[in-house]
C-alpha cells in the first residue's frame, strides 16, 4: 500500500541517509569509499561534518575543465562516443592514467555526481522509479548527486534507475542540470537505436508495420534484386492476410514525399524548443507539484486519525498515486519526442541532400521525425511524432 510506505520512507529517512552518507563519507585505510578514488574531476578534502572528520568532493580544475568538456561535446547532436574518445586520444589526455574508452565516457556522462542538481533533476529520476531520500527543497542547482544501489534493485544503476536510491552530496555539481539532462536523455535515445543497428535493407526498419495486425514488415529481396515488404507474424505463422506485394522502393519514395510536404507546411512542433519550455511539460510539472503536495499533506493528516478517516485518506493517496502515475507516463513520453533545435535542422538539411544522405542518416531523419508507419493493401498511415 502506497500510505504505508510512505510513513515507513518518512520514519527511517534520517536512518536511510545515515546509511548513504556513511557509504560515501567515512574514512577507511583504504580512502574514499566510493571505488576507492574521487570520480573524475575532483579530489578530496578534509572537512569536519557535524563533528565527525571526513572527506568531501571539491574540483580539481584542470580535470573538472575536461570534464565540462566532454558534456559540451556530447550534447552537440552528431557527436558519438567515438568522437569523443578519438579527440582525447589525439590530444594525449589520459583519465587515471588510462586512455578514454567508451565504458568509461559512458559512466562519467550518466554519473549525477557532476549535475547541479535542481528540480528538474528531482523530477527526471522520480519518473524514472528512483527512491530520492532527500527533500525537494535540497535540489537547489548548485549540489551534486550520489546514486546509491537500491538493495532490491534488479538492474545496474547506471543501465536502469529504477529501485535504486538518489542523495543529494555536499559538493557542488560541474554542469547545469539543462546540460547533464539533455545528455542523458540523448543517451537512452541512442540505446533505442542501437538496437535496431543490424537493419540493412530499409531506412524504415523499426517503423513500418503490417496494417492488419501490427506486427513488424520485413523488407525481403527477390531473385530480380527488388525487395517487398512482408508482414512477420504471416511469415511465422499464416496467422495475417498481410498487407500484400507491396515493394519497398515504392513506400520508401511515397514516405520521402510525405516528409518533404510535412517540412513544407512549417509544421514545427513546440517540444522541438528546450523539453521544459514545454507548456504542456509545465503543465505537468504543475499538477505534480500539486499532487505531491496533497500526498505530503494526507499523510500529516495520519497521526491520531480515526478508523474513518485513515480510510478515507488510504483511498485519497492511492487515487492520487494512479494519477502521479499517468502524468509520469505522459511525461515520458513527450521526453522521447524531444528534439533540439539543432536536431531539426539536421532533419531539414538531410530531406534536402537525401540522394547524398547515407543510410544511418536516413534512419536518424525518419526516427526523429515518425512514430510508426502503417501499410495497408495499397495505402501507407504514417504517425508523426509533431
Known sequence: MLNICIVFA???CETIQKRVSDAYYSRSQKGFRMGGKPPYGYRLEEILMEGIHTKKLVEEPGEAAI???IFDMYEQ????????????????????????????????????VYVRADMDVYRFFRSHGTNIVSSPE???????CYLYQGRDAQTDKLQNLKGH????????????????????I????????????????????GKVKCGNCGYALMSIKIQSGKQYLRCTKRLNNKACPGCGKVYTEDVENYVYKEMVRKLREGQSPAAYTKLKENPQVKQIYREIEEMEKEISLLVDSL???????????????????????????????????????????????????????DFE??????????????????????QWKF
Open 303 to 357: 497521526a491520531g486519525a480515526g478508523e474513518t478517516l485513515t480510510d478515507y485518506i488510504n483511498q485519497r493517496v492511492e487515487e492520487i498515486d494512479q494519477m502521479h502515475q499517468l502524468k509520469l507516463e505522459k511525461l515520458s513520453v513527450l521526453a522521447e519526442n524531444h528534439a533540439t533545435p539543432e536536431q531539426m535542422e539536421k532533419v531539414a538539411s538531410n530531406i534536402s541532400l537525401w540522394g547524398e544522405i
Open 361 to 382: 542518416e536516413k534512419r536518424f531523419t525518419v526516427d526523429k521525425m515518425i512514430r510508426s508507419l502503417r501499410v495497408f493493401p495499397g495505402s501507407v498511415q504514417i
Open 77 to 112: 547532436p552528431d557527436t558519438s562516443y567515438g568522437d569523443i574518445t578519438r579527440y582525447y586520444a589525439e590530444k594525449g589526455v589520459q583519465f587515471y592514467g588510462k586512455e578514454l574508452i567508451r565504458s568509461m565516457l559512458a559512466q562519467l556522462l550518466r554519473n549525477p
Open 138 to 144: 535540497q535540489f537547489d542547482g548548485i549540489h551534486g
Open 10 to 12: 518518512q520514519l527511517e
Open 186 to 205: 540523448k543517451l537512452m535515445r541512442n540505446k533505442t537505436i542501437q538496437a535496431n543497428r543490424k537493419a540493412v535493407n530499409t531506412w524504415l526498419a
Open 67 to 69: 570534464v565540462r568538456e
Open 165 to 184: 536510491m538518489l542523495v543529494v552530496a555536499p559538493h557542488e555539481g560541474l554542469v547545469s542540470s539543462e546540460q547533464w539532462l539533455n545528455c542523458r
